[in-house]
């Protein structure tokens, strides 16, 4: 059997307000996703580790960059293999060339791949 963990739209960003309103814990999601990711990783012994995208609230070239980086970061803190999918808010400042580094795929090539995993 093949567990999968999925993680999706963290945004990991600055506080938002709307209306003096808090709409978003965008400031807490590193907090958050260190959580979640410690609950796959020891109490559902996830295999694989699905990141959906939207790792990033989209704010600046070097905000962003900054910011995804220490989502991977957090991502990669539960040892587990992990594939990651590009989200709409992670392609705002980032590019293909920066998502590939990010990712450690060759520097050439597309964004998706294929594979197998334990004959699945």
């Known amino acids: 059997m093949l567990t999968l963990g999925v993680v999706s739209d963290v945004h990991f960003g600055p506080e938002a ?7 978003k814990l965008t400031a807490r999601s590193p907090e958050l996703l260190e959580g979640v990711v410690g ?11 699905v990141n959906l995208g939207d790792c990033i609230e989209d704010e600046s070239p070097a905000a962003d960059a900054e910011r995804y980086r220490a ?15 590009a ?9 293909d060339a920066d998502l590939r580094q990010a ?8 964004l998706y791949r294929s594979f197998d995993r334990g004959g699945h």
């Not at 307000?17 to 709409?23: E, H, S, Y």
């Open 39 to 49: 609950e796959l990783r020891d109490r559902h012994r996830v295999d694989l580790l």
């Open 103 to 110: 990712w450690g795929m060759p520097a050439a090539g597309p």
């Open 71 to 85: 989502c991977l970061q957090v991502l990669e803190q539960g040892g587990m293999e992990r594939v990651h999918v």
């Open 17 to 23: 307000r709307f209306d003096g309103k808090l709409r």
């Open 87 to 95: 989200g709409n808010h992670d392609r705002i400042h980032l590019g």
